[in-house]
């Protein structure tokens, strides 16, 4: 099959998709267990695929996601806060001191700028070190950015620990779907460049890469650069999607959630990252939701389900996959066309 | 006196172990200068110290009359300085790092294969275009640099049907034998456009066939890329055959300098390789 054609069947198939999403959203309600699992799922998607970027692709082990999403969670909230309600939800702080409010599209692109300025600021001291170093200091900055928004004396402008409310947020399942989906492709079009073969080098062997001409430092800061400005995009589709933002939710187990959904599609695979979103959340929201709570058969209590209980069997699923399923679902490779007609070849055998 | 390549009185000390010992040597344009010694010697540290992957203790490395390297003990390595040359470099001290002084036009390959192994022989080569893009992070995304990707690939493909690896171009690099993976490194190198090229063993593992052709195939490329070639080797076939001149070092130091047939006749390099059988 031709490039051009694969693109187009592709393209037909995401549309397809799109029109089926919406469709069981015509048919569920906005408020569905499918539509909730989609959104999160979608958000999810695009938050994976950025760390990917630079834990798969780039061989950098970053723990600080959650940190990212935080400040482009905030970047959304504080400015898409109708001027109306900000008495209400700055009630302890006279309405805050920001008095305008921006476009939410615009205050979008502005969450994963300011994400990127964080991570352009972190990146250059701590890129230059080994790449242990990385996890530290960016699991450091996450924890850091959390207790900085909670604090008082910022309040006029994060609301200390008080929750942000009555931003804009979806009014369609098919607008995380349709940014993700740019955001995604514009990752996948990086990975695919000249600059992506370069990130997969230094993964693969960084001195090697370095002596073929690759200014190792500048390659990281655009991977890292890159991957938090995703991240604080993501961070405002999530803002979005739960309505209401608090810095507290935002604790490291978020990050490591993510660390799971990347592993278990496969470190290096964005069709892998996307698909382990979608699973995960089914999982976390839906499917297992009966382990948190407890169940009578006649007159015989369930044992072991009760509140909490979910957390331990995930534990568990996440110990076997590291343990035996290292490689995810799929490995390093995408999903595509010659891979499923070599899956159909099998099947009809 | 131009030379490509210049090494004034360079000591590499690992602690207080001296792995090259006040090494001066020069490499002109379009020769092809080969450098021996037994195991251990220090060939490949003299490799590192050049490519910037080693800091020297002292001395200077020069290419095409620019100083790429430049040192002298400084804080705890002047009390452990232990190089012959007492007298410390002059100037201030430079460090390129290595993609630096690729880009200036030095290429090398690596005694121990050091191919990018998740990726195709074909990406392996491209990845070595990479550093002469025009193209930034913008434009290379959204696609507006077409036609340099375009020309990337064709001379990528190029390159390897040069090195004998054409019908090969999408095999996973380290899937290829053993020869075909030091010839994929010599494309990858290749593709940097480099003047000088450091082979470090590209004859290890061949055997006399593929050595003898793999001599050839240096003398073949460095004409029709107008290189210089500064090699390691221990096949002394390949050495004798295709060097301008020989360097040997043995524990760091250069013992004899010569012609081939100079080297060959020199009474310390019998020493030090008999030497080295006994032992
Ligand atoms: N990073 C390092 N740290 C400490 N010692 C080192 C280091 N690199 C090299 N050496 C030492 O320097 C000496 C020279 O090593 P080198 O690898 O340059 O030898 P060589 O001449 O390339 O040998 P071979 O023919 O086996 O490749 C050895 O004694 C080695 O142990
Ligand atoms: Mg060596």
Known sequence: MKKSTRMIIGFLLLALLFLAVWLIERAMGTNSMVITVLKKGAVYALIAVSMNLLNGFTGLFSLGQAGFMLVGAYTYAVFTIPMAKRMAVYQYYQGGIIQFEIPFFLAILLAGVVAALFAALIGMPVLRLKSDYLAIATLGFAEIIRAIIQYDKLGPITNGSNLLKTYPTFTTVLFPFVVSAVCIGIILLLIHSTYGRAFKAIRDDEIAAEAMGINLFRHKQLAFVVSSFFAGVGGALLAMYQGTVQANAFKSAMTYEILLIVVIGGMGSVSGSVMASFLFIACSEWWMRFLDSELMIGTFKVPLLRSGFRMVVFSILIMLVVLFYRRGIMGDRELSFDMFRRRKGVASK | ?279
């Not at chain 2, 000591?11 to 020069?26: E, P």
């Not at chain 2, 004859?203 to 001599?215: F, I, R, V």
Request: hydrophobic residues 40%; glycine residues 8%; charged residues 25%.
């Open chain 2, 1 to 279: 006196m131009s030379h490509v390549l210049r090494l004034e009185n360079i000591t590499m000390q690992f602690g207080g172990v001296v792995a090259i010992n006040d090494l001066s040597m020069h490499i002109d344009q379009g020769e092809i200068v080969a450098l021996i010694g037994p195991n251990g010697a220090g060939k490949t540290t003299a490799f590192n110290c050049i490519t910037g992957v080693y800091e020297p203790t002292n001395g200077a490395v020069y290419f095409n009359d620019q100083c790429i390297v430049r040192n002298q003990p400084t804080g705890r390595m002047k009390k452990l300085y232990a190089g012959d040359n007492r007298t410390p470099c002059e100037g201030p001290r430079i460090a390129m790092t290595p993609d630096k002084i690729t880009k200036l036009g030095i290429a090398r390959t690596f005694q121990n294969i050091r191919l990018f192994k998740s990726q195709s022989a074909f990406e392996n080569v491209l990845i070595g275009m990479h550093l002469r893009r025009t193209s930034n992070p913008f434009s290379a995304t959204f696609r507006l640099n077409l036609q340099e990707e375009k020309q990337m690939r064709q001379q990528a493909m190029e390159l390897l049907e040069i090195v004998g690896l054409g019908a090969f171009a999408y095999e996973k690099a380290t899937s290829l034998p053993y020869g075909q993976q030091r010839r994929l490194e010599i494309a990858r190198a290749l593709a940097t456009q480099p003047r000088l090229l450091l082979l470090d063993e590209p004859a290890a593992g061949m055997n006399p066939q593929e050595t003898d052709e793999l001599g050839e195939f240096i003398v073949r490329i460095k004409d029709d890329f107008k290189l210089t070639v500064f090699l390691i080797e221990h096949h002394m076939n390949l050495v004798m055959d295709i060097s301008d001149r020989i360097y040997v070092i043995d524990f760091g130091r250069q013992i004899a300098h010569g012609s081939p047939a100079q080297v060959q006749d020199d009474p310390e390099v019998i020493r030090a390789y008999l030497g080295e059988e006994e032992a």
